[in-house]
């Protein structure tokens, strides 16, 4: 199975700060990955697809990054609403793993 | 625009089976484009894929679960289903189905439904 580790687990900031959450795998998934927001007591949202790919309607201060072993999460200008807890997700192979987790929560 | 609903007992045995079904509206569940699956969340914790339904008719499980959970699909309904056997504690958790696409040996999760809470407990 692929392992998929984020970091950090938490992390604290305020409005406008830019914001770079990391996704690692445990062997190369080449771009098959994907982010997703999820606020309390809500189901996940689909941001980024295929790495680097934004989802319609997501807004474009959210972008992806990576490839292989190593992806990111950056929030340009962080925004009210943007705070809640971040999954990333392989599909390079089964069964698709999730990280962890980051919970993004307001300084 | 595709929407999601799970539907099933809150409150399963222990040693019983847990039973959802997922209904698609807004488009059709025999579509080849899209497959289907399920993922959970126990309480206060992440995310695991169960698995899979493709639209050739294969299913891809998580070897954590994989020889107690079928998923299975009813194309005059419009649904898809759940079935995990012999649960324990450990299987309480919010279950979510949501609509798979794949593209070019991608495959991501889009939408999810709302989810729905399961509980094992005698």
């Known amino acids: 199975d692929i392992q998929m580790t984020q970091s950090p687990s938490s992390l604290s900031a305020s409005v406008g700060d830019r914001v770079t959450i990391t996704c690692r795998a445990s062997?190369?998934?080449?771009?098959?990955l994907n982010w997703y927001q999820q606020k309390p007591g809500k189901a996940p949202k689909l941001l980024i697809f295929?790495?680097?790919s934004l989802q319609s309607g997501v807004p474009s201060r959210f972008s992806g990054s990576g490839s292989g072993t190593d992806f990111t999460l950056t929030i340009s200008s962080l925004q009210p609403e943007d705070f809640a807890t971040y999954y990333c997700q392989q599909s390079y192979s089964t069964p698709y793993n999730f990280g962890q987790g980051t919970k993004l929560e307001i300084k | 625009q595709l929407q999601l609903q799970e539907s099933g007992p809150g409150l399963v045995k222990p040693s019983e089976t847990l039973s959802l079904t997922c209904t698609v509206s807004g488009g059709s569940i025999s579509s080849s484009s899209y497959s289907w699956g399920w993922i959970r969340q126990p309480p206060g914790k992440g995310l695991e894929w169960i698995g899979s339904l493709y639209y050739s008719g294969n299913t891809y499980y998580n070897p954590s679960l994989k020889s107690r959970v079928i998923i299975s699909v009813d194309t005059s309904k419009n649904q898809f289903s759940l079935k995990v056997r012999s649960v324990t504690a450990a299987d309480t958790a919010v279950y979510y189905c949501?609509?798979?696409?794949?593209?070019?040996?991608?495959?991501?999760?889009?939408?999810w439904g709302q989810g729905t809470l399961v509980t094992v407990s005698s």
């Open positions: 062997q190369s998934i080449r771009s098959y």
């Open positions: 949501a609509r798979q696409i794949a593209v070019a040996g991608a495959n991501w999760f889009d939408p």
């Open positions: 295929a790495a680097s």
